[in-house]
């Protein structure tokens, strides 16, 4: 069977853009129809049978348009299958799992998604305006292997046929 996808997002700089947009490629290489959209352009979820949705992660809070997204679709993502990131952080902190703000937590919950998975992030010079402790953080901390290596556990995920009852 085939499988549509929607890869949605909320961003604040364009790095969990360029995250959804690295997901839905590595998606696409599997086969798997995908649709990559930013969370406003979405005006549903009833298309799809997985949805992949990121936000980033500033101060332990979502972007209130991602929140607002899971909220409003909630009752359609009780019935998919469902995959959450978060992007953001940097430094020395870079690598360590976000705590997940509670309300997403709780929304998570409700539509059984696996743990959501940190990515961090990309500071952009122009986005520190003189802030010297900020300075030296400055550059593109993603990891782009493990980006495509959670893509490809979702692909395989959704491309494996489930067993015979």
């Not at 549509?4 to 959804?20: E, H």
């Not at 949705?53 to 997204?69: D, H, M, N, T």
Request: with cysteine.
């Amino acid at each position: 069977m085939s499988k549509n996808v929607l890869v949605a997002y909320a961003t604040k700089m364009g790095a969990t853009a360029s995250i959804a947009a690295a997901v839905g490629a590595e998606l696409r290489a599997a086969g798997i129809q995908v649709d990559v959209h930013e969370i406003g352009a979405v005006q549903a979820v009833t298309p799809y049978d997985a949805v992949v949705l990121g936000s980033a992660i500033y101060q332990g809070c979502w972007l209130p348009e991602a929140v607002r997204f899971l909220r409003r679709h909630e009752r359609q993502l009780r019935t998919r299958q469902v995959w959450l990131f978060h992007s953001g952080p940097i430094g020395a902190g870079r690598d360590e799992e976000q705590p997940v703000p509670p309300d997403v937590n709780r929304l998570a919950r409700a539509f059984h998604a696996p743990p959501i998975k940190t990515f961090a992030g990309n500071l952009q010079a122009d986005a520190v305006l003189h802030n010297h402790d900020l300075e030296r953080l400055v550059g593109d901390s993603r990891d782009w292997r493990d980006i495509r290596t959670w893509s490809h556990h979702i692909a395989t995920t959704l491309t494996t046929p489930e067993p015979a009852t």
